[in-house]
C-alpha cells in the first residue's frame, strides 16, 4: 500500500487560557509533530530556552524532546500529529526537523490546518489521500515563504473572515469590482493596510488576484464559443476591450481571439 502521511490529531487555531498549561515530552511521542504558535512562548531547543517571535513553526522528530510554555495569557496554536515518511518530505522541502522557523504571511497555516482538520475527522471516501497532499503543500509551502524578512503575525481572525467574505462577493460578479479604496473602507482599514493583509491572507495582492480571476473567467466564457472578444471584455469588468486583451495576452501568452481560435 502507497505510504501516505497520516494524521492522528490535529486542531487548528487552538486556545489554552490555563496558567498551568505546558508542554513537557522529555522523549518526544510516537509520531512527528508540528505546530504554529500565534503566540510568543518559552521554548527548549537545543537544550537553551528561547523566547519565539510569534508565529513560530516548528517540525518536531519523534524522539527529540519538547518542552515550551505560553506566557501569561495563554497560546493560540495549530497543531497536527503525523504519522508516515514525513522525514522524506521535510528533506525535499529544504526543512529541518527540531528548528525554529518563520515563515513569511503565515495566515495560510492556520488555512490549511482547518482544512486538514475537517477533512480528517469527516472521514469521507479519499479523505486520507486528500490529507496527505494538504500536509504536503502545507510543507512546501512553508518552505517557499523562508526566502524571508521580518515575520508577521497573521491577521485576527474576525479580519480574515470578513476579508474572505468580501473576495467571494468580488468573484461572483466581476463585472463590477470595487476599487481598492472601496474595499479598504469595507474592511475600515487605510489602503495600504488593505494590501498588507490581503496578500497575508491569500498570498497575492488585491489587484493582481482580481486581474487574475477576470482573466480564468474570461478563457471560460470565450471557450463556451457564446460570447465575442467585446462581450467577454464586459461580463469580467473591462470597459476597455484593448486593456483586455493587452492583460489576457501578457497573462495567457495569447490574444483572446487566437484563444478563440
Not at 10 to 25: K, L, T, V
Not at 215 to 238: P, R
Not at 246 to 260: A, D, E, V
Request: proline share 6%; glycine share 4%; with cysteine.
Amino acid at each position: 500500500m502507497e505510504d501516505l502521511l497520516r494524521i492522528s490529531a490535529i486542531r487548528h487555531a487552538w486556545p489554552e487560557r490555563n496558567s498551568d498549561f505546558m508542554i513537557d515530552r522529555p522523549h518526544g511521542i510516537d509520531t512527528y509533530v508540528f505546530i504554529h504558535l500565534w503566540n510568543s512562548v518559552d521554548m527548549v531547543i537545543g537544550g537553551k530556552t528561547i523566547r519565539t517571535e510569534p508565529s513560530a513553526c516548528v517540525i518536531y522528530d519523534k524522539t527529540y524532546p519538547q518542552k515550551w510554555k505560553p506566557l501569561p495569557g495563554g497560546i493560540i496554536h495549530d497543531w497536527i500529529h503525523i504519522h508516515g515518511d514525513l522525514p522524506s518530505l521535510i528533506s525535499d522541502a529544504n526543512l529541518e526537523f527540531n528548528k525554529i522557523y518563520y515563515p513569511k504571511s503565515p495566515a495560510f497555516i492556520t488555512a490549511i490546518t482547518e482544512e486538514l482538520e475537517l477533512e480528517h475527522f469527516a472521514g469521507k471516501k479519499h479523505s486520507e489521500r486528500l490529507c496527505d497532499i494538504k500536509l504536503r503543500e502545507l510543507f512546501y509551502r512553508i518552505s517557499r515563504r523562508l526566502d524571508t524578512d521580518e515575520p508577521e503575525r497573521p491577521p485576527d481572525a474576525d479580519t480574515a473572515a470578513k476579508l474572505k467574505a468580501l473576495r467571494n462577493e468580488i468573484f461572483s460578479d466581476l463585472s463590477c469590482c470595487p476599487t481598492v479604496s472601496e474595499m479598504a473602507k469595507r474592511l475600515s482599514v487605510s489602503e495600504s493596510k488593505f494590501y498588507v493583509v490581503y496578500k497575508e491572507v491569500f498570498g497575492i495582492s488585491p489587484t493582481k488576484d482580481i486581474i487574475n480571476a477576470r482573466i480564468e473567467n474570461a478563457k471560460i466564457y470565450l471557450s463556451s464559443g457564446l460570447y465575442s472578444v467585446e462581450q467577454t471584455a464586459e461580463l469580467v469588468g473591462y470597459k476597455n476591450p484593448f486593456h483586455f486583451i493587452r492583460q489576457f495576452k501578457q497573462i495567457t501568452g495569447k490574444t483572446p481571439g487566437k484563444f478563440l481560435k
